[in-house]
């Protein structure tokens, strides 16, 4: 990469170079999600509401309040060749557990639109199916749901990738954002020195497009080390992609954050603060040691008394 070719930009030059840029990459990463639909999907959990849901299923679906009052008996009446089905691909004979997987199911596809991956879904049936009541629900209450999404979230190698584009994007942000507040001065307050432009911050805002995204990554994975204790599992959801962009767009201050972290994980030692101990400056008649001889000392005044 040529530096000189962004040092003879101009600051309009620079901004239309950036906004190409971020137009670009915008194209590209939508056209590959597009294209490569295979990892779009992303984790999703049950909120307190569904779960609530998801309980009267299996514990209050014996009978139901009435309109006076009184508890009368629901109609049972599903589809028994669904619910004949799900006994037989699981080897269930109670078709009462049988039913209440069944309105799980439909209760399941309807919150999430039919978005869940289908070969996790057969997955949750066939537990659900030989599972109690209690053990149902906590493992409902708990499960990842795997549901299709525009973003690349449920595998590792594809959450790294939005992480480094979604940083990427908020430098690009950030830096257009600086060169239009300069655009902006240079005619609202043409006195004031900050409203100049100073191409020699080129580089330096190249740099951030190397650096931001890497660090981002970095604490990405250590979050995720600390907090699973596993390296590749990522199950923030876009949380993760606001924080990316986030911490792309300052990364002035994730770079400071890191040097809090430095200062905690790799504190100084003890003598490290202090002053390194000055070494006097000799002149040449310092340096070189005169001898002592008795020609150079100077004879004694003798008082004579008389």
């Not at 597009?34 to 049950?46: C, D, G, I, P, V």
């Not at 997987?101 to 289908?118: A, P, W």
């Not at 996790?120 to 549901?147: H, P, R, W």
């Not at 240079?186 to 650096?211: C, G, M, Q, R, V």
């Amino acid at each position: 990469m040529n530096i000189e070719f962004f040092q003879d930009m101009k600051e309009r030059q620079w901004f239309r170079f950036l906004y190409l840029t971020i137009i670009f990459i915008v194209v590209v990463y939508v056209a590959t999600h597009l294209f490569f639909t295979k990892n779009s999907f992303e984790f999703a959990q049950l909120s307190t509401t569904q779960n609530q849901q998801i309980n009267k299923i299996y514990f209050n679906n014996d009978s139901f309040p009435s309109s006076n009052g009184s508890p009368q008996q629901i109609n049972t009446t599903i589809t028994y060749l669904a619910v004949d089905t799900i006994c037989k691909s699981c080897d269930v004979r109670s078709v009462k557990l049988s039913e209440k997987c069944y309105r799980t199911k439909l209760y399941l596809q309807n919150e999430f639109n039919g978005t869940i991956d289908s070969n996790q879904m057969k997955g949750i049936m066939k537990y659900l199916c030989n599972a109690g009541d209690l053990e149902a629900t906590s493992y409902l209450a708990n499960f990842n749901f795997k549901v299709k999404s525009f973003f690349w979230l449920s595998e590792s190698g594809g959450c790294y990738l939005e992480v480094v584009f979604w940083s990427i994007l908020g430098v690009l942000c950030s830096i257009i954002y600086y060169v239009g507040q300069v655009i902006k001065n240079s005619t609202t307050d043409p006195a004031n020195a900050k409203s100049k432009f100073d191409e020699t911050e080129i580089p330096h805002s190249l740099a951030k497009l190397i650096y931001a995204p890497v660090c981002t990554l970095i604490i990405v994975l250590g979050y995720n080390l600390v907090k699973a204790q596993n390296p590749v599992e990522i199950n923030s959801g876009k949380g993760l992609l606001v924080f990316a962009f986030i911490a792309g767009f300052y990364s002035s201050r994730l770079i400071s954050f890191l040097d809090r972290l430095r200062d905690l994980l790799l504190p100084n030692s003890g003598t490290a603060d202090l002053p390194e101990m000055l070494t006097p400056v000799l002149t040449p008649e310092e340096e070189a040691p005169k001898e002592n001889t008795t020609n150079d000392i100077p004879p004694k005044e003798v008082k004579s008394e008389l």
